[in-house]
Protein backbone atom coordinates (compact mmCIF):
# COMPACT_ATOMS: atom_id res chain seq x y z
CA UNK A 1 0.00 0.00 0.00
CA UNK A 2 1.12 3.80 -0.92
CA UNK A 3 2.35 5.52 2.14
CA UNK A 4 0.87 8.84 3.28
CA UNK A 5 2.29 12.09 4.46
CA UNK A 6 0.15 14.68 6.63
CA UNK A 7 1.06 17.38 9.25
CA UNK A 8 1.50 16.20 12.68
CA UNK A 9 -0.86 18.99 14.33
CA UNK A 10 -3.14 21.30 13.43
CA UNK A 11 -5.63 23.72 15.20
CA UNK A 12 -9.42 24.89 14.28
CA UNK A 13 -11.55 27.52 15.55
CA UNK A 14 -14.98 26.32 16.56
CA UNK A 15 -17.30 26.95 13.52
CA UNK A 16 -14.97 27.37 10.82
CA UNK A 17 -14.13 24.73 8.11
CA UNK A 18 -11.43 22.48 8.67
CA UNK A 19 -9.27 21.34 6.02
CA UNK A 20 -6.32 18.48 6.23
CA UNK A 21 -4.04 17.88 3.65
CA UNK A 22 -2.70 14.25 2.64
CA UNK A 23 0.05 13.48 0.27
CA UNK A 24 -0.09 10.32 -1.06
CA UNK A 25 2.18 10.95 -4.20
CA UNK A 26 3.18 7.11 -4.83
CA UNK A 27 -0.70 6.06 -4.77
CA UNK A 28 -1.29 3.55 -7.45
CA UNK A 29 -4.40 3.32 -9.79
CA UNK A 30 -6.47 0.88 -7.84
CA UNK A 31 -5.81 2.44 -4.17
CA UNK A 32 -8.89 4.34 -2.51
CA UNK A 33 -8.12 6.79 -0.13
CA UNK A 34 -9.69 6.62 3.00
CA UNK A 35 -10.14 9.14 6.35
CA UNK A 36 -10.38 7.58 9.89
CA UNK A 37 -10.78 9.78 12.70
CA UNK A 38 -9.69 8.57 16.58
CA UNK A 39 -10.98 10.39 19.44
CA UNK A 40 -9.01 9.69 22.74
CA UNK A 41 -9.66 6.12 24.12
CA UNK A 42 -11.83 4.98 21.51
CA UNK A 43 -10.95 2.87 18.19
CA UNK A 44 -11.18 4.60 14.94
CA UNK A 45 -14.27 5.67 13.35
CA UNK A 46 -14.46 5.79 9.26
CA UNK A 47 -15.69 9.27 8.06
CA UNK A 48 -15.31 8.82 4.21
CA UNK A 49 -13.58 7.72 1.09
CA UNK A 50 -12.61 8.27 -2.76
CA UNK A 51 -11.07 6.44 -5.75
CA UNK A 52 -11.42 9.28 -7.77
CA UNK A 53 -13.87 11.60 -7.88
CA UNK A 54 -14.44 14.05 -4.71
CA UNK A 55 -16.93 12.88 -2.04
CA UNK A 56 -19.34 14.33 0.61
CA UNK A 57 -21.41 12.54 3.16
CA UNK A 58 -23.07 13.96 6.10
CA UNK A 59 -19.48 14.25 8.17
CA UNK A 60 -17.03 15.47 5.72
CA UNK A 61 -15.60 16.29 1.96
CA UNK A 62 -12.97 14.69 0.43
CA UNK A 63 -11.36 16.88 -2.30
CA UNK A 64 -8.43 14.77 -4.58
CA UNK A 65 -6.31 16.33 -6.82
CA UNK A 66 -6.84 15.14 -10.38
CA UNK A 67 -3.61 13.37 -10.11
CA UNK A 68 -4.46 11.57 -6.93
CA UNK A 69 -1.03 12.41 -5.03
CA UNK A 70 -2.40 14.57 -2.77
CA UNK A 71 -6.34 14.78 -0.89
CA UNK A 72 -8.24 17.03 1.49
CA UNK A 73 -10.69 15.99 4.10
CA UNK A 74 -12.48 18.75 4.88
CA UNK A 75 -14.60 19.37 8.14
CA UNK A 76 -17.42 21.66 7.07
CA UNK A 77 -18.34 23.26 10.31
CA UNK A 78 -15.60 22.15 13.27
CA UNK A 79 -17.10 21.51 16.81
CA UNK A 80 -15.21 20.44 19.64
CA UNK A 81 -16.20 16.95 19.45
CA UNK A 82 -14.75 16.47 16.40
CA UNK A 83 -11.49 17.56 18.41
CA UNK A 84 -9.42 13.92 17.34
CA UNK A 85 -6.35 12.09 15.65
CA UNK A 86 -7.52 11.94 11.84
CA UNK A 87 -5.84 9.28 9.75
CA UNK A 88 -5.17 9.49 5.91
CA UNK A 89 -4.70 5.91 4.54
CA UNK A 90 -4.03 4.55 0.84
CA UNK A 91 -5.02 0.75 0.51
CA UNK A 92 -6.39 -2.04 -2.05
CA UNK A 93 -9.21 -3.15 -1.85
CA UNK A 94 -8.90 -6.50 0.44
CA UNK A 95 -9.29 -4.28 3.49
CA UNK A 96 -6.04 -4.28 6.11
CA UNK A 97 -5.07 -0.98 6.50
CA UNK A 98 -1.73 1.01 7.46
CA UNK A 99 -2.17 3.81 9.94
CA UNK A 100 0.43 6.33 10.08
CA UNK A 101 0.63 8.77 13.11
CA UNK A 102 -2.01 10.79 11.74
CA UNK A 103 -3.08 14.40 12.21
CA UNK A 104 -3.91 15.70 15.75
CA UNK A 105 -6.69 17.99 15.42
CA UNK A 106 -7.68 21.01 17.90
CA UNK A 107 -10.76 22.58 17.76
CA UNK A 108 -10.86 25.48 20.06
CA UNK A 109 -13.78 27.52 21.24
CA UNK B 1 -25.28 -2.07 21.34
CA UNK B 2 -24.77 -3.79 17.83
CA UNK B 3 -20.93 -2.52 17.32
CA UNK B 4 -17.88 -4.34 18.02
CA UNK B 5 -17.67 -5.11 21.52
CA UNK B 6 -14.27 -5.65 23.56
CA UNK B 7 -13.43 -7.23 26.58
CA UNK B 8 -11.97 -6.45 29.35
CA UNK B 9 -11.31 -2.78 28.53
CA UNK B 10 -8.65 -3.15 31.06
CA UNK B 11 -6.12 -5.46 31.75
CA UNK B 12 -3.33 -5.04 33.90
CA UNK B 13 -1.24 -8.17 34.39
CA UNK B 14 2.69 -8.97 36.09
CA UNK B 15 4.86 -9.77 32.98
CA UNK B 16 5.40 -13.70 32.21
CA UNK B 17 1.49 -13.66 33.05
CA UNK B 18 -0.62 -14.95 30.19
CA UNK B 19 -3.87 -12.81 29.12
CA UNK B 20 -6.81 -13.57 26.55
CA UNK B 21 -8.76 -10.74 24.94
CA UNK B 22 -12.35 -11.43 23.63
CA UNK B 23 -13.89 -9.43 20.70
CA UNK B 24 -17.46 -9.98 19.37
CA UNK B 25 -17.64 -8.72 16.10
CA UNK B 26 -21.08 -7.15 14.27
CA UNK B 27 -23.36 -10.59 13.71
CA UNK B 28 -23.00 -10.52 9.89
CA UNK B 29 -19.55 -9.43 9.33
CA UNK B 30 -17.33 -12.12 8.06
CA UNK B 31 -14.03 -10.88 8.76
CA UNK B 32 -12.79 -9.66 11.81
CA UNK B 33 -9.18 -8.11 12.14
CA UNK B 34 -6.64 -7.29 15.69
CA UNK B 35 -4.69 -4.35 15.56
CA UNK B 36 -1.98 -3.08 18.08
CA UNK B 37 -2.18 0.70 18.91
CA UNK B 38 1.37 1.92 21.47
CA UNK B 39 1.12 5.58 22.83
CA UNK B 40 1.25 8.37 20.14
CA UNK B 41 1.18 5.70 17.47
CA UNK B 42 -1.47 4.74 15.09
CA UNK B 43 -2.79 1.13 14.87
CA UNK B 44 -0.75 -0.99 12.95
CA UNK B 45 -2.18 -4.18 11.69
CA UNK B 46 -1.59 -7.81 13.18
CA UNK B 47 -3.93 -10.68 11.97
CA UNK B 48 -7.69 -11.16 9.97
CA UNK B 49 -9.87 -13.79 9.38
CA UNK B 50 -12.56 -14.42 7.09
CA UNK B 51 -15.01 -16.61 9.11
CA UNK B 52 -12.74 -18.76 11.14
CA UNK B 53 -9.77 -19.10 8.66
CA UNK B 54 -7.31 -16.90 9.60
CA UNK B 55 -5.64 -15.51 6.42
CA UNK B 56 -2.93 -13.08 7.60
CA UNK B 57 -0.61 -12.93 10.33
CA UNK B 58 1.71 -9.32 10.53
CA UNK B 59 5.56 -9.77 11.61
CA UNK B 60 4.51 -8.29 14.61
CA UNK B 61 2.58 -11.18 15.80
CA UNK B 62 5.33 -13.45 17.23
CA UNK B 63 4.91 -17.10 18.38
CA UNK B 64 4.09 -15.76 22.08
CA UNK B 65 0.66 -14.20 20.39
CA UNK B 66 -2.22 -16.49 18.97
CA UNK B 67 -5.51 -15.22 17.44
CA UNK B 68 -8.39 -17.94 16.73
CA UNK B 69 -12.05 -17.22 15.84
CA UNK B 70 -14.06 -20.64 16.43
CA UNK B 71 -16.96 -21.21 14.18
CA UNK B 72 -16.33 -17.48 12.48
CA UNK B 73 -17.80 -15.77 15.40
CA UNK B 74 -16.35 -13.90 18.17
CA UNK B 75 -12.51 -14.20 18.58
CA UNK B 76 -9.75 -14.43 20.91
CA UNK B 77 -6.37 -13.24 21.24
CA UNK B 78 -3.99 -14.66 23.58
CA UNK B 79 -0.51 -13.33 24.67
CA UNK B 80 1.61 -15.94 26.58
CA UNK B 81 4.65 -14.85 29.17
CA UNK B 82 3.65 -10.98 28.84
CA UNK B 83 6.49 -8.93 28.50
CA UNK B 84 6.48 -4.84 29.28
CA UNK B 85 6.53 -4.36 25.29
CA UNK B 86 2.94 -5.80 25.23
CA UNK B 87 1.52 -2.69 26.71
CA UNK B 88 -0.62 -1.01 24.44
CA UNK B 89 -4.57 -0.52 23.07
CA UNK B 90 -5.38 -3.74 21.42
CA UNK B 91 -8.12 -3.15 18.87
CA UNK B 92 -10.73 -5.24 17.28
CA UNK B 93 -12.28 -4.41 13.89
CA UNK B 94 -15.15 -6.89 12.07
CA UNK B 95 -16.40 -6.01 7.99
CA UNK B 96 -18.63 -7.34 5.64
CA UNK B 97 -16.58 -8.16 2.83
CA UNK B 98 -13.17 -7.06 1.61
CA UNK B 99 -13.32 -2.75 0.88
CA UNK B 100 -13.03 -0.74 3.95
CA UNK B 101 -15.78 1.17 3.61
CA UNK B 102 -17.93 -1.43 3.88
CA UNK B 103 -19.16 -1.28 7.49
CA UNK B 104 -15.38 -1.64 9.03
CA UNK B 105 -16.07 -0.65 12.50
CA UNK B 106 -13.44 -0.83 15.44
CA UNK B 107 -14.17 -1.67 18.82
CA UNK B 108 -13.25 0.28 21.55
CA UNK B 109 -10.02 -1.70 22.39
CA UNK B 110 -8.75 -3.50 25.30
CA UNK B 111 -6.07 -1.44 27.14
CA UNK B 112 -3.13 -3.71 28.31
CA UNK B 113 -0.78 -2.70 30.90
CA UNK B 114 2.09 -5.30 32.14
CA UNK B 115 3.85 -4.35 34.84
Known amino acids: DAKTTQPPSMDCAEGRAANLPCNHSTISGNEYVYWYRQIHSQGPQYIIHGLKNNETNEMASLIITEDRKSSTLILPHATLRDTAVYYC??????????FGAGTQVVVTP | DTGVSQDPRHKITKRGQNVTFRCDPISEHNRLYWYRQTLGQGPEFLTYFQNEAQLEKSRLLSDRFSAERPKGSFSTLEIQRTEQGDSAMYLC?????????????FGSGTRLTVV
Open chain 1, 89 to 98: IVSNSWGKLQ
Open chain 2, 93 to 105: ASSLGQRPDYGYT
